[in-house]
């Protein structure tokens, strides 16, 4: 198994992991603070693994990785890996990552409830899923 489907099948084991907590209710993930960070480091990681995907990918097709992952997701819809629907989402959840990682902004815990209540997080595999389909049609990372 290459590097994008080791990424990509750790971005689904985290998914069905928060599909479980998911269950539990979304008020007592965020009121946990050991669910909380759970959740939140399952998000984190599938995000990272999402974005490392992403730059392998584009690098793998002979294009230059972006500098930052603010321009991943244009220079992913600019290579035909994502539309431009998808690019947007690529957008929000590397922000998302950021304010996880970095704390740039206080984790507003209503919208972690509501990304978990509405499933939110599954956009990520859905991504990684594509990103995968795409890296086998270019045979890269067989």
Do not use: W
Request: glycine share 6%; charged share 25%; proline share 3%.
């Amino acid at each position: 198994m290459g590097k994008v489907a080791q990424l990509a099948d750790l971005v689904r084991r985290n998914v069905e992991l928060l599909d479980g907590l998911a269950q539990a209710g979304a008020e007592r993930v965020v009121s946990d603070p050991i669910l909380l960070n759970a959740a939140l480091h399952m998000i984190q990681t599938s995000i990272q693994a999402l974005l490392d995907v992403s730059c392998h990918l584009l690098a793998e097709a002979g294009r230059k990785p972006p500098d930052s992952y603010a321009e991943l997701a244009g220079a992913l819809a600019e290579a035909g890996f994502l539309s431009s629907e998808e690019a947007s989402l690529m957008r929000r959840i590397a922000g998302f990552r950021n304010v996880i990682v970095h704390m740039y902004l206080r984790l507003n815990l209503e919208l972690l409830k509501e990304i978990l209540e509405g499933r939110r997080y599954r956009d990520l595999l859905a991504l990684a899923s594509k990103l995968l389909l795409k890296a086998a049609e270019l045979g890269v990372d067989p």
